[in-house]
């Protein structure tokens, strides 16, 4: 003991492990605000990537919509091509970009710190990695509802509003602060599930992976966090398909031919759903929705671990010349 000592202080590489000024994070070595700037670019980048398969996605769900009035996938993009052009499937991405950033730094700084204190040191607690995603869930939720409300009232055809801040104020004035978050307690109740499943997954999946290949594991990271990624992703979405249906309907209810509802019940819009197109009406744009989650995910992830990686190496260079 005391010869292996003695070897590291005559060791001229070495360096002691205190320093009176130095202030290292214990969550993989990242501060709060490090967690947040990288989340908030993996969110811009996955929404911004994949909107376009989100605007046939709610087409798809907007009952009573127009001209989408179609089942599949196909005849969806075909009819958005043929009567409104291209551009129709970036309608409403102003809004994504203005709510994706905040609420994906919340999502993200939230989970990591909740994982951090329930997981207690172990890495394999899959109800610490659940938890942690409904707790993240709420919180970005609250943040991202309105704008998600905005989006998608912008990406239906014919909604007959200009831009962002046009829908923005018709909707504060014609029917008040109460519109932007109408369909958040179905958001939560979808995005809690979802989430739950979708960390879980992302965290099994990725300890899978590297369980298979441990000696790469640093050459095919970025494949690694991406494959799973997309396995928690499209997993998630598939589960969670007819809350999203129920949210889609709330969100824009009243406009371009979409039923509006009084109570804003839950039961109330599944029943709706029930008898306008029956049991099926509750999986309306689950291809669409498999197919935005999976590759969106997967860039999610990728891009929030790279970020994560980057400020990982920035904040041991610091170190390294505070120390020196």
């Known amino acids: 003991m005391a010869t ?3 070897a590291k202080f005559q060791n001229p590489d070495f360096r002691p492990d205190f320093h009176a000024d130095l202030k290292v994070s214990t969550h993989d070595g990242l501060q709060f605000w490090q967690f947040m700037l990288a989340g908030s670019v993996a969110g ?30 196909r005849q969806a993009l075909r009819s958005i091509l043929q009567s409104e052009g291209p551009s129709a499937l ?4 102003g809004a994504m970009g203005l709510g994706a950033g905040p609420a994906h730094a919340v999502y993200f700084s939230v989970y990591e710190t909740c994982k951090k204190r329930l997981s207690e040191g172990n890495p394999n607690n899959a109800a610490a990695h659940a938890a942690s995603g409904i707790c993240a869930t709420v919180a970005s939720d609250a943040v991202f509802t309105p704008m998600d ?3 998608q009232r912008l990406q239906l055809g014919n909604s007959g509003y200009k831009g962002v801040w046009d ?11 109460r519109a932007f978050y109408a369909s958040y307690r179905t958001t939560v109740l979808m995005n809690a599930p979802f989430t739950a499943v979708h960390f879980t997954t992302y965290e099994a999946a990725k300890r899978g992976l590297m369980e298979v290949s441990p000696e790469s594991v640093d050459d095919e990271r970025l494949v690694v966090h991406a494959t799973a990624g997309a396995a928690a992703g499209a997993l998630a979405a598939a589960v969670t398909t007819p809350l999203d249906v129920v949210k889609t309907q709330l969100q824009c209810q009243g406009v371009c031919g979409c039923d509006r509802f009084k109570s804003g019940s839950i039961g109330d819009v599944i029943k709706s759903i029930v008898k306008k197109d029956g049991y099926r009406g509750l999986m309306r744009g689950w291809i669409p929705r498999m197919l935005f989650h999976a ?16 400020f990982q190496d920035f904040n041991q260079q610091k170190d390294v010349g505070t120390v020196t």
């Open 4 to 6: 292996d000592a003695r």
């Open 167 to 177: 829908c923005v104020r018709r909707v504060m004035s014609e029917e008040g602060f």
């Open 90 to 93: 970036y309608r409403g991405i």
């Open 149 to 151: 409300m905005v989006k």
């Open 295 to 310: 590759p969106a995910a997967a860039i999610c992830w990728s891009t929030y671990e790279a970020g994560k990686s980057f």
């Open 44 to 73: 811009c980048v996955e929404h911004m990537a994949m909107f376009p398969v989100d605007t046939v996605k709610t087409r798809m769900q907007a009952l009573g919509s127009c001209p989408v009035k179609t089942g599949t996938v």
